[in-house]
């Protein structure tokens, strides 16, 4: 594209030639698995912190560069750029002696960031799309993830209400109606405890070995995916429980979050609780944990001598989108933000492993 850029307004560029050039590009995407061929194509060119694609549009890049070439000409109170500008009846792209010049169309990114679904105020937008700038995911991997975000992934129901190909849109993980790839990523009663407790995990393992490091269980950090939390870690000044019941005088329903620890020294307990619910259950999901572990919070205060219970509900939804309320949620772990990206590339990494191994299954 840089190059390209110094031929626009020197040599003759047509739209349609443009376009021929922008779709060669997306055809390549295409043919190396970086664009499903029905994923949204405003997307690609809108930038990645934005939750674009980042790619450069040719069109659009011309058609600015042409508007900026003629506005310096014809601004220029300069006699030899007014002598240029009139003799150039169509003597360069840029037209300059042309009165009636019409402006050429550039999309802007407000045109096209409509795409971009999420209206709700808690969702912590810039942080959503982190991924995006900051995992290096594989362009085909990435690929992936949109077509699953776009819904346009082969599944039943896709068959039956898009292709209208006569297909029954039945599950073949469940044999439950409705095999939309929302179901797949998060609603199949068949890979709720294989797959998603596995993604489930991989969140709470990330957390699980940063709480050890800091508490001087770990002398150093393995990837997350290797880790294997003990059940309990203990050095006199704080306790580390991972996936365990508490057993309590009274009687409590949820009585085991993912992680808990007692710090004595700070006269605190903390239960940690991950949850990857869909995108639009996001901030809901974070306030039904709140209340879940009112009950235990109360009793283990009492029991464990501590001044204070606070419950930490880690949430990111099924596409890594995180809410504003996150980085406040990882400081009372005293954790510092960048574990953030780790969990969200952990998450959509597995929500994408979740559904290629659907599509493996026999339909
Ligand atoms: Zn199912």
Request: include cysteine.
């Amino acid at each position: 594209m840089p190059m390209l850029t110094y031929s626009f307004g020197i040599l003759r560029w047509t739209q349609s030639e443009l376009d021929v050039l922008d779709r060669k590009v997306r055809r390549l995407l295409t043919a190396y698995r970086m664009h499903h061929p029905r994923s949204s194509v405003m997307r690609l060119y809108i930038p990645r912190k934005c939750g674009g694609r980042g790619i450069l549009n040719a069109k659009d890049l011309h058609n600015r560069e042409i508007y900026n070439l003629r506005e310096y000409f014809l601004k220029m109170n300069v006699n030899m750029y007014r002598d240029v500008v009139a003799v150039d009846k169509g003597l360069t792209p840029l037209s300059l002696a042309n009165g009636n010049w019409k402006r050429l169309k550039v999309e802007s990114i407000s045109d096209r960031i409509t795409v971009w679904r999420s209206k709700e105020p808690d969702v912590d937008q810039l942080a959503s799309v982190a991924w995006l700038r900051f995992s290096n995911l594989f362009g085909e991997t990435e690929g992936f993830i949109f077509a699953i975000m776009d819904e346009v992934i082969m599944t039943n129901n896709y068959r039956k209400y898009i292709l209208k190909d006569g297909t029954v849109d039945i599950c073949r993980a469940c044999y439950r109606p409705g095999e939309s790839i929302r179901h797949i990523v998060s609603g199949c009663s068949r890979f709720a405890n294989g797959e998603y407790l596995h993604r489930h995990n991989q969140v709470a393992r990330i957390i699980h070995q940063q709480l050890a490091l800091k508490y001087g269980f770990l002398d150093s950090a393995v990837p997350y995916y290797q880790y294997q939390p003990q059940p309990v870690l203990d050095n006199g000044h704080v306790t580390l429980y991972w996936d365990r019941s508490i057993i309590t005088d009274r009687y409590i329903v949820a009585n085991k979050s993912d992680i808990v620890i007692i710090d004595r020294s700070a006269r605190r307990a903390v239960l940690v609780d991950v949850t990857i619910p869909h995108d639009e259950n996001l901030v809901k999901a974070e306030k039904d944990k709140l209340i879940k572990y009112l009950d235990l919070a109360h009793e283990t205060t009492a029991m464990w001598h501590v001044d204070s219970t606070i419950i930490v509900p880690i949430v990111v939804s099924v596409h890594g989108l995180i809410a504003k309320s996150f980085d406040q949620h990882l400081k009372k772990l005293s954790l510092s933000s960048w574990v953030k990206g780790l969990i969200q590339k952990a998450v959509i990494l597995d929500t994408a492993r979740i559904v290629r191994r659907f599509l493996t299954l026999e339909s």
